[in-house]
């Protein structure tokens, strides 16, 4: 819930405010407000899974009236941004794919730690078929070139 909190709030402002339209969704802007950079994390206690994800639809449909609007090269004004503060609306897209790739790729280790599989699926993994004692070297390899860095 909280990573569907973060990218509502994170698409609200990349394709609704950086546009210079305001954001009508009061829980993101009561995140906004808050001032607290990890409150987009923290799913108010109140909040249900239902509402969680309700509110990441009326994000999405809300930024695709406003990007429907724009051409790619229109310009948008990214506040927070220390280089390239002045941008476009297809530099705001590139960023929000990688934004939005790399947390699909934190809920699929979620996913991994809650349901045991690794991979692809269960009839193609794509994952090597290696021992448990081979996966802890590749592990160890992994460390050392990491400590080495």
Do not use: K
């Not at 699926?121 to 070139?145: F, G, H, K, V, Y």
């Amino acid at each position: 819930m909280g990573l569907l909190l973060h990218l509502a709030v994170t698409e609200s402002q990349y394709f609704i405010s950086c546009l210079g339209r305001d954001i009508e969704n009061p829980v993101v802007r009561g995140v906004i407000a808050s001032g607290d950079p990890q409150a987009d994390f923290l799913a108010p206690p109140t909040m249900t899974l239902a509402e969680a994800v309700m509110m990441y639809r009326q994000t999405t449909v809300a930024a695709d009236a406003v990007l429907d609007e724009l051409e790619l090269d229109a310009p948008a004004v990214v506040p927070w941004w220390t280089r390239h503060r002045h941008t476009t609306v297809e530099r705001l897209l590139v960023h929000m794919i990688a934004e939005s790739h790399r947390h699909a790729g934190h809920l699929d280790i979620v996913r991994e730690q809650l349901d045991g599989f690794i991979g692809l699926r269960p009839s193609a993994p794509n994952i090597p078929d290696l021992t448990p004692e081979q996966w802890e070297e590749r592990r160890l390899r992994m460390q050392e070139l990491a400590d080495g860095a």
